[in-house]
């Protein structure tokens, strides 16, 4: 079921991501924080720019590998695994994807 969601979810963005020219800094930040709330089934107002995954929003490694894998189909990126265990809070999140989505967020 929450592959599900996330499926949607990416669907959505995605299609929305296709229509614009490319997302405004709130608009990836938007994106970001709605794919990682429907990840790990929590409401939005958890999802803040300081909120660490594993600890405030009970990420585990497979569910970290998923999100990974999750936007790098969103932004059309690659996360390097050095980099990848860098992303710890929702914040590290958003600031990688404004700095190398190759679809929106400039």
Known sequence: MALLRIALALLVTCTVARSATSLSVAGCQGAVTGLIAD???VENPKVV????????LGADDLDQVELVLAMEELFKIEIPDDEADRLKTVGDMVAFANRNAKTGCR
Do not use: S, V, Y
């Not at 720019?49 to 405030?56: C, H, I, Q, T």
């Open 39 to 41: 990840h790990f089934d």
């Open 49 to 56: 720019p300081r909120a660490n995954l594993e600890k405030d």
